[in-house]
């Protein structure tokens, strides 16, 4: 069996140390019958992290100079820690940790599609000599993300999520499901060059160039997977981005009771499909003033069905004597109370957080009100389709999440121009039924197009980082992906102290929690130790102060926190799976 990771460095140590040959291969021929496969990045759909070593993440090369800049700083550091007298595997774990206390980081447990762009090791150094922080993607400060907050579905912008108490909605690619995760890092990144990028359907985001789309491709063998791509990459092909991932259904959650504050007293109400019914007739057609609340409508039975609900909810009101542009007035003091907290006019209505998170059948009758009354149905076997209009940006937001927790998404643009009263801009929506845009691809995943990206000029830009899941929500749908370069960035540092390359890789593979729990993926720093003859993980996130205390205690096979393997790398090698390396 041929040596794995056979390099020249490697190779010459092997000379020096004969026994260790004929001990390592008898080792692993014993252990496993297969022969090791060389691991092809590119045919088995996954990025080729090598390059992550070469290039900067602007696509240039990492100049002998810069490398040698990298170099004289990290050999600077290991004189002020009284290393380089010692053997290289005491370098090794002194450099690490002195790097886990200069970075601020977190960890980062899941690569859902097994497939990174990770940050190079000079990005990286650049950053740890102005912040130390190891965000990647750039958001601007307006982009809107679907959180949730003591049981509350809320939409908040990304530069009011420092020090947030809440959770963001993100996907968990390997169950299918949808998951609230915590923030780990919020960061401010400065002012930045921004691309609006415009999505079919509608949805718009402002981003850097570095800024990463889930995409789903389908192959014969290997069928539906996910790859991640740049921004860039779409800027420098100049064609669309299709299928990229996106929101289909999200889930509800089914809060029922409500304690509202209206006036001076708290108020708790339990609301049933008649409340839904007579909200979303206010919302499209209703209008307050300081002590009187009304609900207009033309249409006989929808206002039929109005006064049913107001009399079935033993709601006092009166009803206008004329027919046309005819209007029910709400006496009910209570009732006009909780009305106006869905805003006085077209203008200013809006839907509370938390009506966005009742179960989705009040949902549904809220919904198909408001389209009752502010919106449009077209039968016709060919179209099929229906729709609605609002002047009110935070109306318009929130309808497109209940429309995203009913599993019914449309089109959403804002029309500048229109024929319509007044100067004001129109939010539009439309769904076609028959479009096979809202197809499942996943559970709760659809996919859309990037259609067109353009340059806008400089921005103040946000970065967050999410627990577990690489990923977050955003309000228009779209699925947003962050990512992690560290462990490359550590092995990298590792051969600038003179570790051979044969002898230092990133493992990326499962991982598993303290109670045996499947935890996701992970990129991991692994070290081959000369003086114990084994491999063992050095952290700098994931369980990282329980896992580099049993540096050259427990090895990486015997670490439990650790499961299979998807490959390893360095800027040489690449090879995929278990069956390599004493088993790691």
């Not at 679907?146 to 993100?170: A, F, Q």
Request: with cysteine; charged share 30%.
């Amino acid at each position: 069996m041929n040596l794995i990771f056979w390099t020249k460095k490697l190779r010459d140590l092997f000379f020096k140390r004969p026994e260790f040959i004929e001990q390592f291969n008898n080792y692993v021929s014993n252990k496993y019958k297969s022969k090791v496969i060389r691991y092809n990045a590119r045919s088995e759909g996954y990025e080729d992290i090598r390059n992550v070593f070469i290039y900067k993440n602007n696509g240039t090369k990492i100049s002998k100079e810069e490398k040698n800049e990298m170099k004289e700083y990290f050999t600077n550091r290991l004189i002020s820690l009284n290393l380089l007298d010692k053997e290289i595997d005491d370098q090794v774990i002194g450099i690490s940790k002195w790097l886990n206390k200069k970075f601020k980081y977190r960890t980062d447990i899941s690569n859902y599609g097994r497939n990174e762009y990770w940050s190079s090791p000079w990005d990286m150094y650049e950053q740890l000599r102005n912040k130390g922080y190891i965000l990647d993607d750039c958001l601007t400060g307006d982009t809107k993300i679907i959180s949730k907050r003591n049981g509350i579905y809320e939409i908040k912008r990304i530069d009011e999520l420092k020090d947030y108490k809440g959770k963001v909605l993100s996907y968990n690619f390997k169950t299918q499901q949808y998951e609230f995760k915590k923030i780990l890092n919020w960061v401010y990144k400065g002012k930045k060059e921004v691309y609006k990028n415009r999505f079919l359907g509608g949805a718009e985001i402002k981003s850097t160039k570095d800024h990463k789309f889930f995409r789903l491709y389908r192959s014969h063998k290997k069928g539906l997977y996910f790859k991640v791509n740049k921004l860039s990459d779409f800027i420098n092909n100049k064609r669309g981005f299709k299928s990229v991932a996106c929101v289909n259904k999200i889930p509800s959650l089914n809060n029922n009771t409500n304690n509202i504050i209206l006036g001076d007293k708290e108020n708790t109400f339990i609301l049933d499909n008649e409340d839904m019914f007579i909200i979303g007739q206010y919302i499209s057609e209703g209008w307050s003033t300081n002590k009187r609340v009304f609900i207009s409508g033309d249409n006989k039975e929808i206002r039929e069905k109005l006064i049913f609900c107001l009399k079935k909810k033993n709601i006092k009101f009166s009803e206008s004597k004329r027919k046309k542009h005819s209007y029910v007035e709400i006496f009910d003091k209570e009732y006009r109370l909780f009305l106006k907290l869905f805003g006085n006019n077209s203008f200013s209505k809006d839907i509370p957080s938390f009506i966005l998170s009742l179960p989705r059948k009040l949902l549904t009758e809220l919904y198909i009100s408001f389209i009752l009354g502010d919106g449009f149905v077209d039968k016709t076997e060919k179209n099929r389709i229906y729709g609605w209009c609002t002047v009110s940006a935070n109306l318009n937001e929130k309808l497109m999440l209940i429309s995203a927790i009913l599993g019914e998404i449309p089109c959403n643009y804002l029309q500048k121009e229109h024929q319509g009263w007044g100067n004001s801009p129109i939010w539009r929506a439309e769904y076609c039924l028959n479009s096979s845009r809202h197809k499942d691809v996943l559970n709760g995943i659809s996919k859309t197009s990037l259609l067109h990206s353009t340059k806008i000029g400089k921005e103040k830009v946000y970065d967050i980082e999410i627990e577990d899941n690489h990923n977050f929500v955003l309000s228009n749908g779209i699925i947003s992906h962050n990512c992690d370069g560290y462990s490359c960035m550590m092995v990298y540092v590792w051969g600038l102290i003179g570790v051979p390359v044969g002898r230092r890789f990133v493992r990326a593979g499962d991982v598993y929690d303290k109670n045996g729990k499947y935890a996701g993926g992970h990129a991991t720093a692994c070290y081959w130790n000369e003086r114990y003859n084994e491999v063992f993980p050095i952290e700098g996130s994931y369980y990282a102060n329980d896992v580099n205390a049993e540096y050259e205690k427990k090895p990486l096979k015997e670490n439990e926190l650790y499961g299979d393997v998807w490959f390893y790398t360095n800027e040489e090698n690449s090879y995929r799976g278990n069956k390599f390396w004493g088993g790691i």
